[in-house]
């Protein structure tokens, strides 16, 4: 063996079984229940955790900065004081036998993760198409409108009331399903009828897709608009649709899934950029009182725009075409998206890109940019 090798071995031997005893001297607690209490900073949680051997390692997290973390087994406890490096391991020795790697790490909120965002950049010019909605005489529209009575469910109100009337139709009409995929035919009349059919719900992406396609119908210029999180590796994201108000010259926020709508302290609605901009500066959001979920669950500001929507207004897509039948797979057809990012995430494309989807069937383009102005622009 050459010296070079042979230093080599006695560097990784070295390694080796410094790791070994770095884990040896992990801080051991005992147990004989599985169930452990938590004290998060000032919140005792009883029987919060489940001790599981077969997690390695098992993580707990907590956004509290500065409080003690503290974990009562049947037998003993550990405590642990956050910082925003603290990541401390341990292990709970359950009847003196089995051995869980346990873990206590600081998470940021995803409200803090939103207000540590970085800007947008309005000065972005990168070249995006301009966006486009289908016209209300358009075939399929005018059969939507006709078929299922819209102006009567719209009613003969202001512009607001008839946006929120359909809203209000369309949450009472099919329930949510964030459990199963949509029909493979994605349009609003062959949707609402398989619904009816088989008795089924549409995830948030369905009823998202129904109620713009009944917005153009009456003329309204909409989308539904996808917000989605920082985290590339967090599948879940929440489909929403933005309605722009000529009355009230905005872009305005409504959410089926919710029944939902945002409103400033004045009282006046909101569109997803005025939300995420009031949630990052502390600007008061009033959600609507009446806003559920299935009819069974109250929405309540503190988790559904604060927490949950938060994490999910990162960034943004869109298609770039508000149309019919958007995304129902056909051979040979082509889809292009629009995302706005800030200027942090982790992936900047200078142009457009192209990806085949659904098996190979359908050509998706995606443009990117940073401006606000150009994602959000007054339609025309």
């Not at 009282?267 to 559920?292: F, M, Q, S, Y």
């Amino acid at each position: 063996m050459s010296v070079k090798n042979h230093l080599l071995s006695i560097c990784l031997i070295f390694s080796i079984s410094a790791f070994a005893q770095k884990k040896e001297k992990l801080p051991v607690i005992k147990a004989h229940s599985l169930k452990v209490d938590i004290r998060d900073g000032d919140e005792l949680r009883k029987e919060y955790w489940t001790i599981s051997p077969e997690l390695n390692p098992d993580e707990y997290t907590s956004p509290k900065l500065g409080q003690r973390v503290v974990f009562y087994t049947d037998l003993d406890s550990i405590a642990v004081t956050l910082q925003e490096t603290t990541v401390f391991d341990f292990i709970i020795l359950v009847d003196g036998k089995k051995k869980a790697v346990t873990r206590i790490r600081y998470k940021p909120t995803n409200l803090v993760v939103l207000k540590n965002a970085a800007a947008w950049n309005k000065n972005d010019a990168r070249k995006i198409p301009e966006f486009t909605y289908l016209d209300s005489s358009d075939v399929h529209l005018k059969a939507l409108r006709s078929g299922f009575k819209l102006d009567s469910i719209a009613g003969e109100g202001n512009e607001v009331s008839r946006i929120l009337e359909l809203l209000h139709w369309i949450h009472r009409l099919i329930p949510h399903d964030g459990q199963h995929d949509n029909p493979e035919v994605r349009n609003a009349m062959s949707m609402i009828r398989q619904c009816k059919e088989e008795h089924r719900g549409l995830n948030c992406r369905g009823l998202g897709t129904v109620l713009n396609e009944c917005y153009l119908s009456l003329g309204f210029k909409s989308r539904f608009l996808t917000c989605l999180p920082k985290d590339s590796m967090d599948t879940e994201c929440h489909v929403i649709n933005m309605v722009y108000s000529n009355d009230l010259k905005k872009w305005i926020w409504v959410d089926p899934t919710h029944d939902s709508y945002v409103l400033n302290e004045k009282g006046v609605l909101v569109g997803p950029a005025e939300v995420r901009e009031r949630l990052i500066d502390g600007r008061p959001l009033i959600l609507n009182p009446d806003a559920n979920w299935n009819h069974r669950l109250s929405t309540v500001s503190e988790n559904y725009l604060y927490d949950y929507m938060a994490k999910n207004l990162y960034r943004f897509s869109c298609p770039l075409n508000s149309t019919y039948d958007t995304e129902t797979t056909a051979p040979g057809k082509s889809i292009t998206y629009i995302e706005l990012v800030p200027l942090d995430y982790y992936h900047q494309e200078s142009g457009p890109t192209e990806t085949m989807i659904r098996d190979g069937k359908v050509k998706m383009i995606e443009y990117q940019t940073n401006n606000p102005d150009v994602f959000f622009a007054k339609p025309r």
